[in-house]
C-alpha cells in the first residue's frame, strides 16, 4: 500500500517561487499517476498537474506554463515547481498517486500575498 508525505508550502509574496515535493513510500512503479490536486476556501478542489509513469504530463490552464511537475524515481519523489505564482494560487495542495485507487498526501498550505 502507497504512503504519501508532502512538504514545501509557505508563504511567498506574488511572482515568488514555491517547491512542493511528494514522497511515495510505495513502489513509484505500481503507480500509474501522481500529482497535486488543490483547494483553496469556499472553491471546489482542481487538478493542478500530473505525471504519469511514463512521463507525461498534465495541467491545469490556469496554472500552464508557470508550474512544472518532474519526478525523481530513484526517491520515489514527484515535484511540482511553482513559478510567477499569484493570489489566486493560495489553497492547500493535495498529493495524490494512482493505482487500483487514490491515495492522497496531508496536504501543504501555499499562501500567496499581493
Known amino acids: 500500500q502507497v504512503q504519501l508525505v508532502e512538504s514545501g508550502g509557505g508563504l511567498v509574496q506574488a511572482g515568488g517561487s514555491l517547491r512542493l515535493s511528494c514522497a511515495a513510500s510505495?513502489?513509484?512503479?505500481?503507480?500509474?499517476?501522481m500529482g497535486w490536486f488543490r483547494q483553496a476556501p469556499g472553491k471546489q478542489r482542481e487538478l493542478v498537474a500530473s505525471i504519469s509513469s511514463g512521463g507525461s504530463t498534465n495541467y491545469a490552464d490556469s496554472v500552464k506554463g508557470r508550474f512544472a511537475i518532474s519526478r525523481d524515481n530513484a526517491k520515489n519523489t514527484v515535484y511540482l515547481q511553482m513559478n510567477s505564482l499569484k493570489p489566486e494560487d493560495t489553497a492547500v495542495y493535495y498529493c495524490?498517486?494512482?493505482?487500483?485507487?487514490?491515495?492522497w498526501g496531508q496536504g501543504t498550505q501555499v499562501t500567496v500575498s499581493s
Open positions: 510505495g513502489n513509484i512503479f505500481n503507480i500509474n499517476a
Open positions: 495524490y498517486a494512482f493505482s487500483v485507487r487514490m491515495y
